[in-house]
């Protein structure tokens, strides 16, 4: 694996951190290309699933 795939890997497996650390309540749907957006309604879909699923598991 070529240094720079595993530096994204392991970018991907901490975004949630990263997130938190440059704080995602920020990010502006506005400014973000095509890609960005298609990612960013994809993480946020993400977020409501698992909050569903930590609510049903309280």
Known sequence: MENSQ???DAVRKSMRQVRVAVGSATINPNL???AERIQYEG???REDTN??????AD
């Open 6 to 8: 595993a530096f994204l």
């Open 51 to 56: 909050a569903a699923i930590r609510k049903q």
């Open 32 to 34: 973000l290309s095509a």
């Open 43 to 45: 993480y946020l879909r």
